[in-house]
Each structure stands twice: as C-alpha cells, then as structure tokens.
T-cell receptor
C-alpha cells in the first residue's frame, strides 16, 4: 500500500513569514512529486513538481526532495493571506497515478 | 493551455437514480483520464484510471458496476454513478494527462448530493 503522509495542521503563520510544509512517502520507486493547493470547494491546482533530489525554486515557492529519506517539502516565502488553503502532496510512479497525502491546512494571518 | 472542464458542476438527485458526469480536455488530447472522489475534509482518493478506447482500471474497493467509466475519445471521459445513494454524495474530480508528460490537469469538480 503506497502511503503519503502529511501533518494535517492546521498550520498558522503571520503574513510575510516562511511557511514550511512537509511530506513523507513510503514507495521508494516513486518518481515524481507534486505540490497542489486546494481552496475550499475547489479542485486542486498545481503549484510545482520536482523529480530530482535537491531544491527547485519557482517564485516564492521552493520544493525540496530527498529520495534517500523519502521526504519532500514545500517552503512558501513571504506568505500572504491569499496563500491560506489546504496544501496537498502527491506522489506518482511509472504508472502516472497520483497518491495524495491528507493535506495540510495553512492559514496566513494578516 | 491544458484546460479540463467538467459538467455539471453541481447535481442533486434522488436516491436510486443515475447521474452522468462529463470530463473534457478542451485544448489537448488526453491519453489518460483519472477519476477521484473527495469527501469533506479528506484527501482525493483515486477511483479509476481510463485510457482512450480501453476499459477503465478501478482501484481496490471501487465497484465498477456502480461507477461506470467510458473514455470514448481523446477529449471526453464520462463517469456514471448508477443507482445513487446518499453515501455516494461527494466531490468528484477528473484529471487528464497527455502522453508527453507526467502532469495531470484537473477539472473543476462536480459536487454530487443524493437525497
């Protein structure tokens, strides 16, 4: 059984701070790692994906992957109230099927 | 680019009726489409994977006779919830992927309420 674990939160950070979201996965054969943001009542929207060990930066977002530790994280710099949402970590293997974590609810306080 | 639509966005039906949900890729050919279900405050659970022109592959615990999936073309997949019951009330989300990459593009979701 492939598992993806996330701290459910809720996580609260003040506006302008760095929000750190963490995810671990059980399947060592996983190849692709995704972070999605989901607002209440809406479908997930892709923030970024990462395939290789190390860091990947896109604007205020940085994804970090450590395959040896089976760990992937998302850092959000200069957090804004509009970043308040549930963040979903998802993992896929060769079959392209996504296994989602339970999500971390983030609240950015003005 | 890579837009996926779903119709209807919201449906309310009586117990025992069947409901069809459409998922369309508007500007690309989707070789694979996925159907997910999400209960309140829970994560997305994959129900089935469908490839154009072939039978869908259902995840363990998903009744294929209850959730009929058809992927008749490279731009359209349908999910029919047959003989719906209140416990089938959920948020159903489809996604589509191209042959050339790993990313899945999500539709806006369909909120099903069975009375």
């Amino acid at each position: 059984q492939k598992e993806v674990e996330q701290n459910s939160g809720p996580l609260s950070v003040p506006e302008g701070a760095i929000a750190s979201l963490n995810c671990t996965y059980s399947d060592r054969g996983s190849q692709s790692f995704f972070w999605y943001r989901q607002y209440s009542g809406k479908s997930p929207e892709l923030i970024m994906f990462i395939y290789s060990n190390g860091d990947k930066e896109d604007g205020r977002f940085t994804a970090q992957l450590n395959k040896a530790s089976q760990y992937v994280s998302l850092l959000i710099r200069d957090s804004q109230p509009s970043d308040s949402a549930t963040y979903l970590c998802a993992v896929s293997g060769s079959a392209r099927q996504l296994t989602f974590g339970s999500g971390t609810q983030l609240t950015v306080l003005p | 680019g890579a837009v996926v639509s779903q119709h209807p966005s919201r449906v309310i039906c009586k117990s025992g009726t069947s409901v069809k949900i459409e998922c369309r890729s508007l500007d690309f050919q989707a070789t694979t489409m996925f159907w997910y279900r999400q209960f309140p405050k829970k994560s997305l659970m994959l129900m089935a994977t469908s490839n154009e022109g072939s039978k869908a592959t259902y995840e363990q615990g998903v009744e294929k006779d209850k959730f009929l999936i058809n992927h008749a073309s490279l731009t359209l997949s349908t999910l029919t919830v047959t003989s719906a019951h209140p416990e089938d009330s959920s948020f159903y989300i489809c996604s589509a992927s191209r042959e050339t990459d790993n990313e899945q593009f999500f539709g806006p979701g369909t909120r099903l309420t069975v009375l």
